[in-house]
């Protein structure tokens, strides 16, 4: 599941210099519906277009904050290293009566690099275009425009030019996430299921021979952390002879 939650400026920068890792809310109704696993997208308050993509790892509810600060680490929550939390200094953000109430949570995740992809995706990439034009194209068998980087994305270390490499997935750890995304998820499965759909089975005539490639080395990657999952086995065996990329099998 993805959830918005939107953040001031301090605590955003903290998050985007990786200085907290544990965001401490009320654990109200909407709190509990956040699971470990899940997604949360941190945007600016005042800079809506300035978003963070982080994973829960962990939850960590507690009666209060009194509780909560005697029980994590202070740096994880966003204080310095040895500094003391002032008692009460949640107070003024979440009155003693709502705690009381609804109990207080510390969210614990990781922060990804997930977000360039959506921006990518959204708005284009400097000249290359959006995620609505490549779908276009992939429906019509003929691609056009540059967009291959971040709808099929393949594994780092695989090329040396810059933007292949800056939208490769460094690793199985941000590949799995990137699949698990409920937004980039569920456009991968959606572009590789229209790519199913075309009469033909020739990547070069729908992609080009440069991405003929990049297609086979995304799909063997994903198909190697989804087993379960048959459909990127299928665009293989329909457009790859059913052959894998030996290069992504050396690397994951």
């Not at 393949?154 to 409920?182: C, M, W």
Request: some cysteine; overall charge negative; hydrophobic content about 40%.
């Amino acid at each position: 599941m993805l959830h918005n939650m939107k953040l001031k400026d301090e605590p955003f920068a903290m998050i985007e210099d990786g200085r907290k890792t544990i965001e401490l809310r009320l654990n109200d109704e909407k709190r509990r519906k956040v699971q470990p696993g899940d997604f949360i997208c941190f945007t600016h308050i005042t800079q809506p277009e300035r978003m963070i993509q982080v994973r829960v790892t962990a939850l960590h509810p507690f009666p209060g904050f009194r509780e909560l600060f005697e029980a994590l680490p202070a740096e994880k929550c966003g204080f310095a290293p040895g500094e003391t939390v002032p008692d009460g200094y949640m107070d003024s953000f979440y009155p003693v009566e709502e705690q009381k109430r609804y109990g207080v949570l510390g969210i614990e995740f990781r922060r990804t690099d997930l977000q360039r992809f959506i921006d990518a995706q959204e708005q284009g990439y400097e000249d290359a275009a959006a995620y609505s034009t490549a779908i276009d194209e992939i429906r019509a068998g003929e691609k056009n425009e540059h967009w291959m980087w971040y709808v099929f994305p393949q594994i780092k270390g695989l090329s040396t030019d810059p933007v292949t490499e800056y939208f490769a997935l460094n690793g199985i750890t941000e590949a799995r996430d990137y699949l698990e995304h409920l937004l980039l998820g569920s456009r991968l499965r959606e572009a590789a299921s229209e790519l199913m759909k075309l009469d033909t089975d020739d990547p070069v005539a729908v992609f080009g021979l440069i991405d003929a490639y990049k297609l086979r080395r995304c799909m063997t990657l994903f198909a190697h952390i989804a087993k379960d999952e048959e459909l990127f086995l299928y665009v293989l065996d329909k457009y790859c002879m059913g052959s894998f990329d030996d290069d992504t099998i050396a690397l994951i």
